[in-house]
């Protein structure tokens, strides 16, 4: 079993920045590819970003240039920078992680989400 636990959201006005940090514990043996979801009231949850174990990232479109996903291995956590925020930000964010066990199939993982909400 894996918890995520999120942190970082708030309210933040057009243009300000907030990071989300996304911590992992529990049972595995290691942390395969880490990303962030959003998802805005009557909308369907997006993938805003990945990352990889060896540090390949990937983001959508409309986050390019102002969001940055980051992890450290150590503390098993995922960041996500968020820079030149906009009202289209403003949505609950969700961590995916999918674990590496020993023996055993891989597992995916979703945290709790956390609000954030970009006014103008």
């Known amino acids: 079993q894996v918890q995520l636990v999120e942190s970082g959201g708030g309210l933040v006005q057009a243009g300000g920045s907030l990071r989300l940090s996304c911590a992992a514990s529990?049972?595995?043996?290691?942390?395969?590819?880490m990303g962030w979801y959003r998802q805005a009231p009557g909308k369907q949850r997006e993938l805003v970003a990945t990352?990889?174990?060896?540090?390949?990232?990937m983001y959508v479109d409309s986050v390019k240039g102002r969001f940055t996903i980051s992890r450290d291995n150590a503390k098993n956590t995922a960041y996500l920078q968020m820079n030149s925020l906009e009202p289209e930000g403003t949505a609950v964010y969700y961590c995916?992680?999918?674990?590496?066990?020993?023996?055993?199939?891989?597992?995916?993982?979703w945290g709790q989400g956390t609000q954030v909400t970009v006014s103008s």
């Open positions: 529990g049972t595995f043996f290691s942390l395969d590819a």
């Open positions: 990352i990889t174990s060896g540090g390949t990232t």
């Open positions: 995916k992680v999918v674990v590496r066990r020993r023996l055993g199939v891989p597992g995916t993982y």
